[in-house]
C-alpha cells in the first residue's frame, strides 16, 4: 500500500529542498501521495500544493507579526487537513513559527512527525529543543555540528549531509559559466544577492547598489549581475534599473551560473550565503534588521560568533560579515575593492578547503527519503512502536 505524506515548506528555500525530496520519495514509492505547503518546485516535484506561503516569509518580530494574518488561513486548513486526510506523516521543512505549532496538532492526532532541515535553535531561541523533543518522532540535520548539539539536549539527530551538494554538483567557481549566466567577460563582475524576501531587498538593495557605483568607478568599470530569487515578482525587479546608473545585468532563474561565474557576490545572510560557498565563490556577507529585531537578536543569541553559514561550518571567519550600523555603501565598497586588488584568490582557496567538505557526501534527498520510509515500516509492525529519542 503506498503512502500518503503533508510536506510543509514556507520559505523559498524550504521549496526548493521539499522537491528534491518529493522527487527521492517517488523514487522510492511512485504511488506515494504528496500535499501540502510550498512553492513552484514543490509543484513541479508532484506535490499537491493547497497553498504558497513562501512570499510571506519573515525574520525578525516584527516581520512575523505583520505576517500573520496571512498565513494563518493556511495554518487552518492544514490542520483540517490532518483530520480529513490522516496522512501517515507529517514532514516539516525548517519554518519554525509555524511548523514546531503545527508538529504539536499532528502529534495529538498520533501522526508521526519528521522534521527535515532543523530550526536554527542552536544559534537563538534553544529552549525550543524541548518541543521538538515532545512533538518530533524524526529529526533529519543537514549542518555537520548539529547533532553535537541535539545530544547535549538528550535528543537523537541524524545527519544526512546537505542538499544542497546535490542541486550545485555542476558548479564550480570558473568564469566559464559567464556564458551560461550572459554575462560579458571583459570586466570584473560583481554578483549582487539583496534576498529574496520583499521587506529585505527594499532596505538592502539601495546599499548594494550604492557600493556598486563606487566600486565601478574605483576598478574602472564593473559587470553587476543581480539574479533574482524566485519569489521576486518581474515587476519588481523590473524596476531595479532605476535605482542606479550602472548599467545592471539582471538575470531571473540564472543564481548559481551568475554566483560561479562572479569574481565576488555581495549576498544577503541566509542559505545564499551556504551556496555561494559550496560553489567556491568568494563572498561579502551583508543583512539589516529592524532595529527592535536587532536588539531582541542580541538578547537571544547565544553562543554564536558568526550570522553567515560559512563562517559557522569552518568555525572562523573565512568570509567578511557587515551587518547592521556595519553594512553601508562605504563600507562595503572598501571591503569589496581590497579584495578585488588582493585577497580573492585565498578567500576562494578557504571556501574549497573549509566548506564544502564538510557538509557530508551527496546525496542527502535519498538518505531523508529513506529515513522517511523506514519510520513509516516501523510503524506499521507494532513491536518497533517505540521512541528513537535517546
Known sequence: MSHSILIIAGESSGDLHGASLARALREREPDITLFGLGSHRMREAGVEVAHDVTPHAAVGVSEVVASLSAVRGAYLDMIAQLDRRRPDAAVLLDYPVFNLGFARHAHRRGIPVIYYISPQIWAWRQGRVRK?????????????????????????????????????????????????????????ILGLLPGSRKREIGVLLPTLLAAAERIDRELGGVTV???????????????????????????????????AAADLVIVASGTATLEAGIIGTPMIVVYKLSRLTWLLGRLLVRGVRFCSLPNLIAGREVVPELLQR???PDNLARRAIALARSGLAEMADDLA?????????????????????????????PASRQSWRS
Open 326 to 328: 556595519q553594512c553601508t
Open 132 to 188: 521538538i523533543a515532545r512533538r518530533v518522532d524524526r529529526l533529519l540535520v543537514i549542518l555537520p555540528f548539529e547533532p553535537a548539539f541535539y545530544a547535549r539536549h538528550r535528543v537523537e539527530a541524524r545527519f544526512v549531509g546537505h542538499p544542497l551538494l546535490d542541486i550545485l554538483a555542476g558548479y564550480r567557481h570558473d568564469r566559464r559559466f559567464a556564458e551560461e549566466a550572459g554575462l560579458p567577460t571583459g570586466r570584473f
Open 225 to 259: 549581475a543581480i539574479p533574482p530569487a524566485p519569489s521576486v515578482p518581474p515587476e519588481e525587479y523590473e524596476s531595479w534599473q532605476k535605482l542606479t546608473s550602472v548599467p545592471l545585468h539582471i538575470r531571473p532563474g540564472r543564481t548559481y551560473p551568475v554566483m
Open 353 to 381: 578547503a573549509n566548506v564544502r567538505p564538510r557538509l557530508g557526501q551527496p546525496g542527502a534527498s535519498a538518505r531523508a527519503a529513506d529515513e522517511i520510509l523506514d519510520l513509516l515500516h516501523q510503524r506499521s509492525k
